[in-house]
């Protein structure tokens, strides 16, 4: 075939390829068309053996390839000469290399160089061995080298670089670096945008967090169980206003009664009992030593109906103070068993409120006095409820999903329409820290955390 035409078709072929390695199996096994050889390697500096002709991939732990990497990059390394092709003798080799060189290559050994393009970052230089049986005609030198420059554009067509490599990097910083040539270094773009990114990590801001906060009464009166005993009858609704004095639940007074019609039962026993011998003291001097044992009886009894008859007067839980009721619902309570000191119920001030935050152990970050705190309800997510820092736990407790916190509260700054128990998420602000502190402080603690540094 014409040379030419096969140069043409070698070219679409190499433009129509769609992977690296389908133009290195091209070009080391269908460069045959254009000229006679017995093995074609292909090489790239820092890659090594890409291609070797009559197989799939190279095998780069034979003695082979191992041996023709060290020969190319000495190649590679040698002085530029004219010319594409460059012919190989052993006498233009190292000792060591030349030593080896009957073993696996012919007399004649064409050498074809391929330069990185110094305007790409990711390109290499490589070149391409030849090895034959007899010598090439000097007129298809021209042709051969076109056939290689055309591939090698190809080539570097389809490289794609790697976007996290260091090369890259470090080569569009430095092209970046240069952009302003002539220039004074504090004029320059990329020393500016450098110097404004730096400015923007050192900018201080407010460190803050966020943390699950509802409103809370200030001070509510919590009330207890006086006694243990079953709750009868609840006399409040939830979030029903009471007065101080009104009558908020009772407990089932059955067994108390019981148990002082017992007890005066037996103080009336006692006192009769004493009374018969105190007659009797009269007549019988050795009956006044019974005296105080059964003095003493009377006043036993004559206390435990005192007790129980308050028992019965504390049956009747009346509110401390006005207020609304803050309940559950009233069903649940009727007939529960309770024990003395069990929570019923909260009496407060549905004027007076207050924020309560829960800090995350990770969160809990050094706040000056009165820091401010904003609450984000959730039924109101485009306003805030304001508020200054009033006190914060030193102890975590224990939170319903097993995780422990630190209990914050703030005093409102001002009056809010928002009822009592209405929940959302609170920012706590605390000391001025750079941006960059900011941003990476959770961060580095889960690392020191992990790695325990």
Sequence with gaps: MNPLLVLLELGQRARAAGTLPELGFLLVNDTRQLMPYRQALLWFEGEGVRAVSGLLAPEANTPFIQWTHRLMGHLSSAPVTPGP????????????????????????????????????????????????????????????????????????????????????????LKKAWHTDGGHPWWKRTPVRIALLIA????????????????????????????????????????????????????????????????????????????????????????????????????????????????QSARAKVTAPQDGVALLDDPAELIGKPVQTGERIMRVANPRSREIEAWIPIGDAIPLDDAAPVDLFL???????????????????????????AYRLRATLDDATDHRIGMKGTAKVQGHRVPVLYWVMRRPIASIRQFLAW
Excluded: M
């Design 85 to 172: 092709v460059h012919t190989v003798h052993a006498a233009q080799l190292p000792d060591d290399l030349a030593a080896e060189w009957s073993e696996w290559l012919s007399p004649h050994v064409y050498w074809l160089r391929l330069p990185a393009d110094p305007g790409r970052s990711d390109a290499r230089a490589g070149g391409v061995l030849f090895v034959c049986e007899a010598p090439w005609d000097d007129t298809l030198h021209a042709l051969v080298g076109e056939w290689i420059a055309t591939w090698h554009h190809a080539w570097n067509a389809r490289l794609r670089p790697t976007p996290w490599s260091a090369l890259v990097w470090r080569q569009a």
């Design 199 to 310: 400015l923007l990590l050192v900018w201080p801001v407010r460190l803050t967090i966020l943390a699950p906060g509802e409103l809370v009464p200030v001070d509510p009166a919590v009330i207890r169980a006086p006694l243990d005993g079953v709750v009868a009858q609840v006399h409040v609704r939830p979030n029903q206003a009471v007065k101080a004095g009104d009558l908020l639940f009772s407990f089932d007074e059955a067994p108390i009664a019981t148990r002082l019609e017992v007890a005066r039962q037996a103080l009336t026993t006692a006192e009769a009992e004493y009374r018969q011998l105190a007659q009797l003291a009269l007549s019988d001097p050795r009956s006044k030593a019974q005296l105080a044992t059964l003095l003493g009886k009377v006043a036993e009894k004559q206390a435990e109906a005192d007790f129980l008859a308050g």
């Design 378 to 404: 959730s039924a109101s997510p485009l306003s805030s409820v304001s508020g200054h820092l009033r006190y914060l736990a030193h102890d975590a407790l224990p939170r319903p999903d097993g995780s422990y």
